[in-house]
T-cell receptor
Framework: KAGVTQTPRYLIKTRGQQVTLSCSPI?????VSWYQQTPGQGLQFLFE???????NKGNFPGRFSGRQFSNSRSEMNVSTLELGDSALYLC????????????FGNGTRLTVT | GESVGLHLPTLSVQEGDNSIINCAYS??????FIWYKQESGKGPQFIID?????DKRQGQRVTVLLNKTVKHLSLQIAATQPGDSAVYFC???????????FGTGTRLQVTL
């Protein structure tokens, strides 16, 4: 079974621009979650989508948004990029039930200059 | 590869020895716990999980112990191998399926 696929692997953007990251979950998984990983803050939860609906949200500003499509694929968008948005963005998928472990992709490394 | 923490605690063990990685969690309402392994340049990889109604769970070469009284979780790796070198994270959730709270991580270095 193919794992979680994230594209692109690397992105370099300029402050003020916007960016869209893509995630394809494991086949059969209906939940997709997004996490931000930085050296200073570690792994932090952004949001979760289940059956095309946002089910949970972390403590990030509204510049961070996402969506999920009917095939469970998900995209994350960050608008008006700031230098502090530089991070590894990780997508994880699961069946979406309690006790169902998250399986992560290898992430998209975003650098904002 | 990615730096997952400039000041991560580091555990150095010799190849063949057993490793014990510890984690303290803060939320007494957490009912599900997971250990992840993250190698340089990769995302976290699921190792083993445990629910709060259990004290111990074993996998292949790994054992997770849960002590709810002191809110402590540990990961034991038997016969540690060079391929086990990575950063290990514990994570907890409180029933909301995908919202995990991660620990800061421990770097495991395996020496030959």
């Amino acid at each position: 079974k193919a794992g979680v696929t994230q594209t692109p692997r690397y992105l370099i953007k300029t402050r003020g621009q916007q960016v869209t990251l893509s995630c394809s979950p494991i086949s059969g998984h209906r939940s997709v979650s997004w996490y931000q990983q930085t050296p200073g803050q570690g792994l932090q939860f952004l949001f979760e989508y289940f059956s095309e609906t946002q089910r949970n949200k972390g403590n990030f500003p509204g510049r961070f948004s996402g969506r999920q499509f009917s095939n469970s694929r998900s995209e994350m968008n960050v608008s008006t990029l700031e230098l502090g948005d530089s991070a590894l963005y990780l997508c994880a998928s699961s069946y979406g039930q309690g006790g169902s472990p998250l399986h992560f992709g290898n992430g998209t490394r975003l650098t904002v200059t | 590869g990615e730096s997952v923490g400039l000041h991560l605690p580091t555990l150095s063990v010799q190849e063949g020895d057993n490793s014990i990685i510890n984690c303290a969690y803060s939320n007494s309402a957490s009912d599900y716990f997971i250990w992840y392994k993250q190698e340089s340049g990769k995302g976290p990889q699921f190792i083993i999980d445990i629910r709060s109604n259990m004290d111990k769970r074993q996998g292949q070469r790994v054992t997770v112990l849960l002590n709810k009284t002191v809110k402590h979780l540990s990961l034991q790796i038997a016969a540690t191998q060079p391929g086990d070198s990575a950063v290990y994270f514990c994570a907890e959730n409180t029933g909301t399926a995908s919202k995990l709270t991660f620990g800061t991580g421990t770097r495991l270095q395996v020496t030959l």
